[in-house]
């Protein structure tokens, strides 16, 4: 498969799973770009999301991580799911910061993989780093595409 291909099959594969993703709308959340095992989403901080200090609420960020992740992993066409995943705060985010999430595979083999969420302000200052681990179950993305 030529990497043109590639993306084109992760994109679709997202725009099927944003679709029928009411978490990520409710959040505002959005798709900035797809390839195979990576995603880059982008979200504004909004006044009910925060916390009693004032800042992000973690879990609202640990959201918008999985989010990235899950994207990232189920750009292959096949259904990938959260094996495990953890998150470091590193720096907060207020309301009305527009945030974007960066996903990247670092490792895919057999139905396991590994995966980096770098969280990042628009400065680009890093606010939190995420790693999720994924395991391929059975099914498709796009169903009219089946593997063996």
Known sequence: ???????????????AMFANDACSQHLGLELES?????????????????NGHGSIQGGILFTFADAAFAFACNGYNRVTIGQGCSID????????????????????????????VQLENEMGE??????????????????????D
């Open 34 to 50: 797809m390839a195979a095992g990576a995603a880059v989403m982008t979200m504004r901080v909004q006044p009910w999301m925060l």
């Open 89 to 116: 705060y590193l720096k907060p985010a207020f309301a009305g910061e527009f945030l974007r999430a960066r996903a990247e595979e670092r490792h895919r083999g057999g139905r396991t993989g590994t995966y980096d």
């Open 126 to 147: 890093v606010l939190a780093l995420f790693r999720g681990r994924s395991y391929q179950v059975k099914g498709t993305i796009l169903k009219e595409e089946h593997h």
């Open 1 to 15: 498969m030529t990497e043109r291909m590639e993306e084109d099959l992760a994109r679709r594969c997202a725009e």
